[in-house]
Nanobody, 121 residues
Framework: QVQLVESGGGLVQPGGSLTLSCAAS????????MGWYRQAPGNQRELVAE???????DYTDSVKGRFTISRDNAKNTVYLQMNSLKLEDTAIYYC???????????????WGQGTQVTVSS
């Protein structure tokens, strides 16, 4: 079994900062790409940022220059540093990781349970 546990969400004023963390644990052989998605009420889930095991990153345009994704491979943990938060960043943020549980298994996507980020004055 593999679990992704997120933390760090909360309520913040516009212009403020938050850092999200997501730790993968359980029966893990290797963790590949890790990323953050978000879903606001009435909207589809969208990719926010992702980072490969080599450290290559990609961001959706709306967060470029404000958010930074990073990972600690030794801890199987991915982070999302969010600065200059805007009202429209309000959403449930989900962690996703592509994981192999054994050498001979296929790479499988796993999701965290989600953490609420609310930007409000």
């Amino acid at each position: 079994q593999v679990q992704l546990v997120e933390s760090g969400g909360g309520l913040v004023q516009p212009g403020g900062s938050l850092t999200l963390s997501c730790a993968a644990s359980g029966n893990i052989f290797r963790v590949y790409t890790m990323g953050w998605y978000r879903q606001a009420p009435g909207n589809q889930r969208e990719l926010v940022a992702e980072v490969t095991s080599d450290g290559n990153t990609d961001y959706t345009d709306s967060v470029k220059g404000r958010f930074t994704i990073s990972r600690d491979n030794a801890k199987n943990t991915v982070y999302l540093q969010m600065n200059s938060l805007k009202l429209e960043d309000t959403a449930i943020y989900y962690c996703k990781a592509a994981i192999k549980t054994h050498l001979w298994e296929v790479v499988t996507p796993y999701w965290g349970q989600g953490t609420q980020v609310t930007v409000s004055s």
